[in-house]
């Protein structure tokens, strides 16, 4: 069975920087696009933070942008999020989603992360 097993929260100072990882493992066939979401605390809606498509290309939210980077390494099918210039607002859960076939005759599924933890104190 497919999982997204997630790495890389933890607690940071204002200005700080952590790098997210997000590895999926079990038989996979193929991945394309790959997200990062959050969900901030007292919020239950999920916001997109960043986005990578099968080709690389990429996507972000505004509050993110030029601060927040996605990445993929298709020999392991894992996809990064390097964040930087952390403030408190970034606090939060980050999972990492992926659109997966197992086989080639299957369909695309998508899978989620369990989400990891991301505390930036000021």
């Known amino acids: 069975q497919v999982q997204l097993v997630e790495s890389g929260g933890g607690t940071v100072q204002t200005g700080g920087s952590l790098r997210l990882s997000c590895v999926p493992t079990g038989h996979i066939y193929s991945v394309d696009a790959m997200d990062w979401f959050r969900q901030r605390p007292g919020q239950q809606q999920r916001e997109l933070v960043g986005a990578i498509t099968g080709l690389g290309n990429t996507n972000y939210g505004d509050s993110v942008k030029g601060r927040f980077t996605v990445s993929r390494d298709n020999t392991r099918n894992a996809t990064f999020l390097q964040m930087n210039r952390l403030t408190p607002e970034d606090t939060g859960t980050y999972f990492c989603?992926?659109?997966?076939?197992?086989?080639?005759?299957?369909?695309?599924?998508?899978?989620w992360g369990q989400g990891t933890q991301v505390t930036v104190s000021s």
């Open positions: 989603n992926a659109r997966i076939k197992e086989n080639s005759r299957d369909s695309v599924t998508l899978y």
